[in-house]
């Protein structure tokens, strides 16, 4: 007897439909014949571990004079909201380090007893993260105060 023949009664009879549930959609069904992914996540904790960052760099005692006096320099023309090229370190959140970035905006202030700057775009750099900074002249060129 060929094994098709086992089920000839019931071949041809209609798919059963539940009366009390509602079928299921297909992106549901779909859903469980998904793979499993173990291990969520592991490729962003490598990718994390992979990331580099900088060491923040240590000025020396004639490189903090320097910014000292352009900080005060700053800080006596604030009220034109002056544009200033300022390179700065930005701690990492996540890791040891982190990154040096040069930005170029106005100065909206300058809080001496905080000991930051405060730019236009709300961006506040404390004077301890400044590396070095330059004021911009009329004719759009930057230079050392």
Do not use: W
């Amino acid at each position: 007897m060929p094994e098709t023949s086992r089920y000839e009664d019931i071949i041809n009879l209609p798919h059963h439909q539940s009366s009390t549930r509602q079928p299921m959609s297909r992106l549901n069904r779909a859903a469980q014949f998904a793979p499993f992914a173990a291990l969520t996540g592991y490729d962003a904790a490598i990718a994390e571990a992979a990331r580099q960052t900088d060491e923040r760099i240590e000025l020396s005692e004639a490189e903090k004079l320097s910014l000292g006096a352009k900080l005060s320099g700053l800080a006596e023309i604030c009220d034109r909201h002056p544009r200033v090229r300022i390179t700065f370190f930005q701690p990492d959140s996540k890791k040891d380090g982190g990154s040096y970035l040069t930005l170029t905006e106005q100065v909206r202030k300058v809080r001496i007893p905080e000991k930051e700057i405060v730019l236009m775009n709300g961006r506040i750099i404390p004077f301890g993260d400044i590396v070095n900074m330059e004021t911009q002249q009329k004719d759009s060129q930057f230079s050392e105060q």
